[in-house]
Nanobody
């Protein structure tokens, strides 16, 4: 099974942008589900965006129109482009892969200041 490493988090002002990357240790071609999730303090982990191996994409209502998920199979990487960031987007963002196993990355902190 692959291992996942997230990067790209940081501190940004409201209205700004960040691009998160999720690099897999092996091929993601055969992985049906790759997704980004987030967990804010005191809240449950929630789906932000997901993309299937066939390119079907799902977004949480709260990020539609602002975030874009993509996968580059050649680079074994999944991206999350986040625009028009809001303070309520502050959370630890996790990458997840689901095949006949489930793997999570270690997370990357995103902090949006008002």
């Amino acid at each position: 099974q692959v291992q996942l490493v997230e990067s790209g988090g940081g501190l940004v002002q409201a209205g700004g942008s960040l691009r998160l990357s999720c690099a897999a240790s092996g091929s993601i071609v055969g992985i049906p589900h790759m997704g980004w999730y987030r967990q804010a303090p005191g809240k449950q982990r929630e789906l932000v965006a997901a993309i299937t191996s066939g390119g079907v994409i799902t977004y949480a209502d709260s990020v539609k129109g602002r975030f874009t998920i993509s996968r580059d199979n050649a680079k074994n990487t999944v991206y999350l482009q986040m625009n028009s960031l809001k303070p309520e987007d502050t959370a630890v963002y996790y990458c997840k892969a689901v095949r006949n196993y489930v793997v999570w990355g270690q997370g990357t902190q995103v902090t949006v200041s008002s």
